[in-house]
T-cell receptor, first 114, second 111 residues
Framework: DGGITQSPKYLFRKEGQNVTLSCEQNLNHDAMYWYRQDPGQGLRLIYYSQIVNDFQKGDIAEGYSVSREKKESFPLTVTSAQKNPTAFYLC?????????????FGEGSRLTVL | GEDVEQSLFLSVREGDSSVINCTYTDSSSTYLYWYKQEPGAGLQLLTYIFSNMDMKQDQRLTVLLNKKDKHLSLRIADTQTGDSAIYFCAESRAGANNLFFGTGTRLTVIP
Protein backbone atom coordinates (compact mmCIF):
# COMPACT_ATOMS: atom_id res chain seq x y z
CA ASP A 1 0.00 0.00 0.00
CA GLY A 2 1.76 3.17 -1.18
CA GLY A 3 1.90 6.17 1.05
CA ILE A 4 3.65 8.39 3.53
CA THR A 5 4.14 7.31 7.13
CA GLN A 6 4.84 9.82 9.87
CA SER A 7 5.76 8.78 13.39
CA PRO A 8 5.11 9.25 16.18
CA LYS A 9 1.56 10.56 15.88
CA TYR A 10 1.86 12.33 19.25
CA LEU A 11 5.04 13.40 20.99
CA PHE A 12 5.68 15.22 24.24
CA ARG A 13 8.96 16.95 24.93
CA LYS A 14 10.44 18.73 27.85
CA GLU A 15 12.02 22.11 27.23
CA GLY A 16 15.66 21.80 26.22
CA GLN A 17 15.32 18.40 24.54
CA ASN A 18 15.82 17.64 20.87
CA VAL A 19 13.24 15.40 19.21
CA THR A 20 13.21 13.73 15.80
CA LEU A 21 10.07 13.21 13.74
CA SER A 22 10.15 10.42 11.19
CA CYS A 23 8.80 10.57 7.64
CA GLU A 24 9.01 7.52 5.36
CA GLN A 25 7.54 7.19 1.86
CA ASN A 26 7.20 4.36 -0.63
CA LEU A 27 5.83 6.46 -3.48
CA ASN A 28 9.27 6.67 -5.12
CA HIS A 29 9.00 10.46 -5.09
CA ASP A 30 12.17 12.52 -5.31
CA ALA A 31 10.98 15.62 -3.45
CA MET A 32 10.02 15.69 0.21
CA TYR A 33 8.86 18.56 2.43
CA TRP A 34 8.26 19.44 6.06
CA TYR A 35 5.53 21.92 6.99
CA ARG A 36 4.49 23.32 10.32
CA GLN A 37 0.82 24.03 10.99
CA ASP A 38 -0.42 26.43 13.66
CA PRO A 39 -4.08 27.43 14.12
CA GLY A 40 -5.09 30.24 11.78
CA GLN A 41 -1.68 30.39 10.11
CA GLY A 42 -1.93 27.78 7.42
CA LEU A 43 1.11 25.75 6.47
CA ARG A 44 4.61 27.14 6.72
CA LEU A 45 7.52 25.47 4.97
CA ILE A 46 10.39 24.38 7.21
CA TYR A 47 12.72 22.42 4.89
CA TYR A 48 12.49 20.63 1.60
CA SER A 49 14.63 18.19 -0.34
CA GLN A 50 14.56 17.78 -4.10
CA ILE A 51 16.94 14.82 -4.17
CA VAL A 52 18.95 12.53 -1.92
CA ASN A 53 21.80 14.22 -0.04
CA ASP A 54 20.44 17.68 -0.79
CA PHE A 55 18.00 19.90 1.10
CA GLN A 56 17.01 23.56 1.26
CA LYS A 57 15.75 25.86 3.99
CA GLY A 58 12.16 26.97 3.82
CA ASP A 59 10.58 30.03 5.41
CA ILE A 60 10.98 28.99 9.06
CA ALA A 61 14.07 26.75 9.22
CA GLU A 62 15.58 28.25 12.38
CA GLY A 63 15.66 25.71 15.21
CA TYR A 64 15.13 22.73 12.90
CA SER A 65 17.45 20.34 11.08
CA VAL A 66 16.94 17.61 8.48
CA SER A 67 18.83 14.92 6.63
CA ARG A 68 18.16 13.06 3.37
CA GLU A 69 20.41 10.03 3.30
CA LYS A 70 17.84 7.82 1.58
CA LYS A 71 15.18 8.57 -0.99
CA GLU A 72 12.52 7.05 1.25
CA SER A 73 13.32 8.97 4.42
CA PHE A 74 13.37 12.64 5.46
CA PRO A 75 13.55 12.97 9.25
CA LEU A 76 13.05 16.33 10.96
CA THR A 77 14.83 17.21 14.21
CA VAL A 78 13.28 19.90 16.36
CA THR A 79 16.15 21.28 18.39
CA SER A 80 16.16 23.09 21.70
CA ALA A 81 16.88 26.28 19.75
CA GLN A 82 13.31 26.28 18.44
CA LYS A 83 11.58 28.66 20.85
CA ASN A 84 7.98 27.68 20.21
CA PRO A 85 7.97 24.09 18.94
CA THR A 86 4.45 23.08 19.97
CA ALA A 87 2.67 22.53 16.64
CA PHE A 88 1.35 20.01 14.15
CA TYR A 89 4.04 18.87 11.71
CA LEU A 90 3.24 17.59 8.25
CA CYS A 91 5.50 15.73 5.85
CA UNK A 92 4.73 15.77 2.13
CA UNK A 93 6.14 14.37 -1.09
CA UNK A 94 6.00 15.49 -4.69
CA UNK A 95 6.10 13.29 -7.76
CA UNK A 96 7.42 15.82 -10.25
CA UNK A 97 6.41 19.20 -11.62
CA UNK A 98 5.76 17.83 -15.10
CA UNK A 99 2.39 16.49 -14.01
CA UNK A 100 -0.29 18.22 -11.97
CA UNK A 101 2.15 19.26 -9.28
CA UNK A 102 0.18 18.13 -6.28
CA UNK A 103 1.73 17.34 -2.92
CA UNK A 104 0.91 14.13 -1.06
CA PHE A 105 0.72 14.42 2.72
CA GLY A 106 1.32 12.15 5.67
CA GLU A 107 -1.07 12.04 8.61
CA GLY A 108 0.99 14.45 10.71
CA SER A 109 2.78 14.45 14.05
CA ARG A 110 1.63 16.59 16.94
CA LEU A 111 4.46 17.83 19.16
CA THR A 112 3.71 19.30 22.56
CA VAL A 113 6.37 20.89 24.73
CA LEU A 114 5.68 20.53 28.43
CA GLY B 1 3.22 40.13 -1.67
CA GLU B 2 3.25 36.35 -1.50
CA ASP B 3 0.13 35.78 0.61
CA VAL B 4 -2.66 33.43 -0.33
CA GLU B 5 -5.74 34.68 1.53
CA GLN B 6 -8.77 32.83 2.82
CA SER B 7 -11.47 33.55 5.35
CA LEU B 8 -10.90 31.58 8.52
CA PHE B 9 -14.44 30.34 9.19
CA LEU B 10 -17.62 29.39 7.33
CA SER B 11 -20.83 27.87 8.70
CA VAL B 12 -23.60 26.43 6.56
CA ARG B 13 -26.69 24.31 7.14
CA GLU B 14 -26.75 20.72 5.98
CA GLY B 15 -28.11 20.51 2.44
CA ASP B 16 -27.14 24.08 1.51
CA SER B 17 -24.27 24.98 -0.80
CA SER B 18 -20.94 26.11 0.61
CA VAL B 19 -18.67 28.55 -1.16
CA ILE B 20 -15.09 28.89 0.04
CA ASN B 21 -13.08 31.73 -1.43
CA CYS B 22 -9.38 32.29 -1.96
CA THR B 23 -7.31 35.10 -3.40
CA TYR B 24 -3.75 34.74 -4.57
CA THR B 25 -1.15 37.20 -5.74
CA ASP B 26 1.15 35.58 -8.27
CA SER B 27 0.13 35.81 -11.92
CA SER B 28 2.60 33.05 -12.80
CA SER B 29 0.51 30.43 -11.00
CA THR B 30 0.23 27.29 -13.09
CA TYR B 31 -2.02 25.03 -11.02
CA LEU B 32 -4.33 25.90 -8.16
CA TYR B 33 -5.47 23.31 -5.68
CA TRP B 34 -8.06 22.66 -3.01
CA TYR B 35 -7.09 20.40 -0.13
CA LYS B 36 -9.28 19.07 2.70
CA GLN B 37 -8.00 18.42 6.21
CA GLU B 38 -10.08 16.46 8.71
CA PRO B 39 -9.32 16.84 12.44
CA GLY B 40 -5.91 15.52 13.45
CA ALA B 41 -5.09 14.31 9.95
CA GLY B 42 -3.02 15.29 6.96
CA LEU B 43 -4.22 17.10 3.86
CA GLN B 44 -6.00 15.31 1.04
CA LEU B 45 -6.24 16.73 -2.44
CA LEU B 46 -9.85 17.41 -3.37
CA THR B 47 -9.42 18.91 -6.80
CA TYR B 48 -7.19 21.16 -8.85
CA ILE B 49 -7.53 23.50 -11.81
CA PHE B 50 -5.03 24.50 -14.43
CA SER B 51 -4.54 28.23 -14.76
CA ASN B 52 -5.88 28.41 -18.32
CA MET B 53 -9.27 27.05 -17.21
CA ASP B 54 -12.20 29.03 -15.83
CA MET B 55 -14.18 26.25 -14.26
CA LYS B 56 -13.92 22.62 -13.28
CA GLN B 57 -16.72 20.43 -11.99
CA ASP B 58 -16.30 17.14 -10.19
CA GLN B 59 -19.50 15.66 -8.74
CA ARG B 60 -20.55 17.99 -5.88
CA LEU B 61 -17.48 20.19 -6.27
CA THR B 62 -17.22 23.19 -8.60
CA VAL B 63 -14.05 25.22 -8.87
CA LEU B 64 -14.17 28.69 -10.39
CA LEU B 65 -11.07 30.62 -11.36
CA ASN B 66 -11.03 34.33 -12.15
CA LYS B 67 -7.50 34.90 -13.29
CA LYS B 68 -7.97 38.63 -13.82
CA ASP B 69 -8.94 39.13 -10.17
CA LYS B 70 -6.71 36.27 -8.93
CA HIS B 71 -9.71 34.73 -7.24
CA LEU B 72 -10.41 31.05 -6.75
CA SER B 73 -13.53 29.52 -5.24
CA LEU B 74 -14.73 26.08 -4.25
CA ARG B 75 -18.45 25.38 -4.23
CA ILE B 76 -19.72 22.28 -2.45
CA ALA B 77 -23.29 21.41 -3.41
CA ASP B 78 -25.65 19.70 -0.94
CA THR B 79 -23.18 20.10 1.93
CA GLN B 80 -23.14 17.19 4.37
CA THR B 81 -21.87 16.92 7.95
CA GLY B 82 -18.97 14.85 6.63
CA ASP B 83 -17.80 17.91 4.73
CA SER B 84 -16.93 19.65 8.01
CA ALA B 85 -13.17 20.17 7.82
CA ILE B 86 -10.51 22.76 7.07
CA TYR B 87 -10.14 23.59 3.38
CA PHE B 88 -6.87 24.95 2.02
CA CYS B 89 -6.28 26.55 -1.31
CA ALA B 90 -2.75 26.36 -2.70
CA GLU B 91 -0.93 27.59 -5.77
CA SER B 92 2.10 26.46 -7.68
CA ARG B 93 4.27 29.21 -9.10
CA ALA B 94 6.64 29.14 -12.03
CA GLY B 95 10.19 28.55 -10.85
CA ALA B 96 9.22 27.58 -7.31
CA ASN B 97 9.83 24.12 -5.86
CA ASN B 98 6.92 24.09 -3.46
CA LEU B 99 3.28 25.05 -3.15
CA PHE B 100 2.02 28.17 -1.41
CA PHE B 101 -0.89 27.60 0.94
CA GLY B 102 -3.65 29.79 2.26
CA THR B 103 -4.50 30.01 5.94
CA GLY B 104 -7.30 27.48 5.59
CA THR B 105 -11.07 27.91 6.01
CA ARG B 106 -12.78 25.91 8.72
CA LEU B 107 -16.15 24.76 7.38
CA THR B 108 -18.76 23.82 9.96
CA VAL B 109 -21.90 22.10 8.74
CA ILE B 110 -24.89 22.52 11.03
CA PRO B 111 -27.35 19.59 11.02
Amino acid sequence: DGGITQSPKYLFRKEGQNVTLSCEQNLNHDAMYWYRQDPGQGLRLIYYSQIVNDFQKGDIAEGYSVSREKKESFPLTVTSAQKNPTAFYLCATHGGWGKTGELFFGEGSRLTVL
Amino acid sequence: GEDVEQSLFLSVREGDSSVINCTYTDSSSTYLYWYKQEPGAGLQLLTYIFSNMDMKQDQRLTVLLNKKDKHLSLRIADTQTGDSAIYFCAESRAGANNLFFGTGTRLTVIP
